[in-house]
């Protein structure tokens, strides 16, 4: 069963290495353990549900309280706590898309908000409910799960919005095809969720972001049914599919989503090498992404990064062994690591293999083989887990992320770090380290993890946050940078989308808002509030 309070399933444990932990310690301090509440406690203060009865929604409190947070840190306070605040009044769980447009026309007749849920993985504030006078329903896509039809010449297959990650690979798999859309939340979030947030998973660089998997399907709006065809390419106006992609339910819900699917490789690994510093990493692998070398996935961990990294990853022994083997192939403290795919047929892995060494022994690196690739494919998924470990032992952590153009990503990178570290508040610091995931010809994502002791109490611990989040999403925006790579921008996000989007296209937003949600029904307060 899934954790009512946390990342997950509850037999799921991924024990800290004391190597790991006592670094973390070091460098900002022994933690403090603040106080969980239990779900009974929870329960207990769930109010009654202000909905009229429907047979599609359930009032139970237990389906209420699982339904009643994402995983962004202001999410794991309040579940740890057990201070909710707000509970959706009913949760309903649709077999099939006529089920999603009755249950939208009954929301519309009777004042009720709704909040569409994928997955529960929203690191944004996409479905927490928001203070409202209206009754509040969450709909959750989770029975919509199945492969629907398979167009195996033209490789488009149509799923329910509500399959997540591996239960959708593992459809295609038995077909012999792979989606390929692999997000560090992959083994919770959802089909509809990837492209309701502009996902983007770890092997884009050979897949594709969202954009290029998603290739039509259907929407249960206010106004009625939305259907988007599946067509290979088209020059006739605007594209519907870009009208919905990021639009965070504010417009309709996904019901059915077509995607497009490769085979199944014949080939996939996964590999690193190491660089003596920053500026010579950074260097290889923008060489390699501009000179289109095509590696499945590519990911540059800056010092610090490499450094943790090891000593969370790695036993002490292997830690020391590699720091020692590193300095004597030129690459001493300071070093950074590069973790590469290469996917597709034996022929294709083998020659991206030998461009990767020629671009890492040009900028005096070396190639460190398979093992530690291996150890990131099989812990890749695990990273959220990590927030349970360190939480037992008094330490919140927390992600953000953007994306610059090259000529900006050391800049911005080094500003993010040192925000977050000026505003840990009451005389603390952070740990900060930061790796580029998603690559591109014109520039990359900074994906920026920080770790902090927690404060005395859980209030006083979500106002440093809080701080350090608004610092860090300030200084982001400053630069030029988006506000989200590959989050979303949900409720947490919002304040800063107009500096990305300017007043103009706020607006434009907003009309195409009202145009299919006059009442604002449909998840208010993601992207924003577009009233009048």
Same mark, same amino acid.
């Given at each position: 069963?899934?954790?009512?309070?946390?990342?997950?399933?509850?037999?799921?444990?991924?024990?800290?290495?004391?190597?790991?932990l006592?670094?973390?310690?070091?460098?900002?301090?022994?933690?403090?353990?603040?106080?969980?509440?239990?779900?009974?406690?929870?329960?207990?203060?769930?109010?009654?549900?202000?909905?009229?009865?429907?047979?599609?929604v359930?009032?139970?409190?237990?389906?209420?309280?699982?339904?009643?947070?994402?995983?962004?840190?202001?999410?794991?306070?309040?579940?740890?706590?057990?201070?909710?605040?707000?509970?959706?009044?009913?949760?309903?769980? /649709?077999?099939?898309?006529?089920?999603?447009?009755?249950?939208?026309?009954? $929301?519309?007749?009777q004042?009720?908000?709704v909040?569409?849920?994928?997955?529960?993985?929203?690191?944004?504030?996409?479905?927490?409910?928001?203070?409202?006078?209206?009754?509040?329903?969450?709909?959750?896509?989770?029975r919509?799960?199945?492969?629907?039809?398979?167009?195996?010449?033209?490789?488009?297959a149509?799923?329910?919005?509500?399959?997540a990650?591996?239960?959708?690979?593992?459809?295609?798999?038995?077909?012999?095809?792979?989606?390929?859309?692999? /997000?560090?939340?992959?083994e919770?979030?959802?089909?509809?969720?990837?492209?309701?947030?502009?996902?983007?998973?770890?092997q884009?660089?050979r897949?594709?972001?969202?954009?290029?998997?998603?290739?039509g399907?259907?929407?249960?709006?206010?106004?009625?049914?939305? #259907?988007?065809?599946?067509?290979?390419?088209?020059?006739?106006? /605007?594209?519907?599919?870009?009208?919905f992609?990021?639009?965070?339910?504010?417009?309709?819900?996904?019901?059915?989503?077509?995607?497009?699917?490769q085979?199944?490789?014949?080939?996939?690994?996964?590999?690193?090498?190491?660089?003596?510093?920053?500026?010579?990493?950074?260097?290889?692998v923008?060489?390699?992404?501009q000179?289109?070398?095509?590696?499945?996935?590519?990911?540059?961990?800056?010092?610090?990064?490499?450094?943790?990294?090891?000593?969370?990853?790695a036993?002490?022994?292997?830690?020391?062994?590699?720091?020692?083997?590193?300095?004597?192939?030129?690459?001493p403290?300071?070093?950074?690591?590069?973790?590469?795919?290469?996917?597709?047929?034996?022929?294709?892995a083998?020659?991206?293999?030998?461009?990767?060494?020629?671009?890492?022994?040009?900028?005096?690196?070396?190639?460190?083989?398979?093992?530690?690739?291996?150890?990131?494919?099989h812990?890749?998924?695990?990273?959220p887990?990590?927030?349970?470990?360190?939480?037992?032992?008094?330490?919140?952590?927390?992600?953000?992320?953007?994306?610059?153009?090259?000529?900006?990503?050391?800049?911005?990178?080094?500003?993010?770090?040192?925000?977050?570290?000026e505003?840990?508040?009451?005389?603390?610091?952070?740990?900060?380290?930061?790796?580029?995931?998603?690559?591109?010809?014109?520039?990359?994502?900074?994906?920026?993890?920080?770790?902090?002791?927690?404060? #005395?109490?859980?209030?006083?611990?979500?106002?440093?946050?809080?701080?350090?989040?608004?610092?860090?999403?300030? $200084?982001?925006?400053?630069l030029?940078?988006?506000?989200?790579?590959?989050?979303?921008?949900?409720?947490?996000?919002?304040?800063?989308?107009?500096?990305?989007?300017?007043?103009?296209?706020?607006?434009?937003?907003?009309?195409?808002?009202?145009?299919?949600?006059?009442?604002?029904?449909?998840?208010?307060?993601?992207?924003?509030n577009?009233?009048?």
């Open positions: 069963m899934r954790r009512w309070n946390g990342w997950g399933e509850e037999d799921q444990h991924f024990p800290l290495k004391e190597t790991g006592a670094y973390i310690r070091g460098q900002i301090g022994a933690g403090r353990i603040l106080p969980d509440a239990s779900l009974q406690t929870v329960l207990s203060s769930v109010p009654p549900s202000r909905l009229p009865p429907h047979p599609l359930s009032q139970d409190p237990d389906k209420r309280v699982r339904h009643a947070r994402g995983q962004s840190l202001p999410d794991w306070y309040a579940m740890r706590s057990g201070h909710f605040e707000r509970f959706p009044d009913g949760v309903a769980e /649709p077999t099939d898309t006529q089920q999603v447009q009755t249950l939208l026309q009954w $929301a519309q007749d004042g009720v908000k909040i569409p849920y994928g997955g529960g993985t929203s690191v944004a504030g996409h479905i927490t409910p928001p203070a409202s006078t209206q009754p509040i329903v969450t709909v959750s896509m989770a919509m799960n199945r492969l629907i039809s398979l167009d195996k010449t033209s490789q488009i149509r799923f329910g919005a509500g399959t990650g591996p239960e959708l690979e593992r459809q295609l798999a038995a077909h012999g095809y792979v989606l390929g859309h692999f /997000p560090q939340s992959f919770l979030s959802t089909l509809g969720g990837w492209v309701a947030s502009r996902s983007s998973g770890q884009s660089m897949y594709g972001r969202i954009e290029q998997l998603f290739a399907g259907r929407i249960e709006t206010l106004k009625g049914t939305l #259907d988007i065809p599946s067509i290979p390419a088209s020059s006739a106006g /605007p594209d519907l599919r870009e009208m992609m990021g639009s965070e339910g504010r417009m309709g819900i996904l019901t059915e989503v077509d995607v497009r699917i085979r199944l490789p014949e080939h996939e690994s996964f590999h690193v090498a190491f660089a003596p510093d920053w500026d010579t990493a950074l260097n290889i923008r060489g390699l992404v000179a289109k070398v095509p590696v499945s996935m590519l990911r540059l961990s800056n010092p610090e990064e490499t450094r943790t990294h090891l000593l969370l990853g036993e002490a022994w292997q830690a020391r062994l590699l720091h020692r083997y590193a300095a004597l192939r030129g690459c403290d300071g070093k950074c690591m590069i973790t590469f795919g290469t996917t597709g047929s034996h022929r294709q083998n020659f991206v293999l030998s461009e990767v060494k020629r671009f890492v022994r040009q900028g005096h690196g070396f190639y460190g083989g398979t093992f530690m690739g291996q150890k990131w494919e812990a890749r998924f695990r990273s887990h990590l927030r349970h470990g360190f939480w037992a032992h008094g330490y919140s952590v927390d992600t953000l992320e953007t994306c610059v153009n090259w000529s900006q990503v050391s800049q911005a990178m080094q500003r993010i770090e040192s925000t977050l570290r505003h840990a508040g009451d005389g603390e610091t952070a740990h900060v380290f930061s790796h580029l995931s998603h690559m591109y010809t014109q520039g990359s994502s900074i994906y920026t993890t920080y770790f902090f002791r927690n404060s #005395d109490s859980y209030a006083q611990t979500l106002q440093r946050w809080q701080a350090m989040k608004s610092a860090a999403s300030t $200084a982001i925006t400053a030029g940078g988006t506000i989200s790579h590959q989050h979303g921008v949900g409720r947490d996000h919002a304040p800063w989308l107009h500096l990305e989007k300017g007043p103009l296209g706020m607006a434009a937003i907003g009309e195409l808002i009202r145009h299919f949600d006059r009442d604002q029904t449909l998840n208010p307060g993601c992207l924003g577009f009233h009048g």
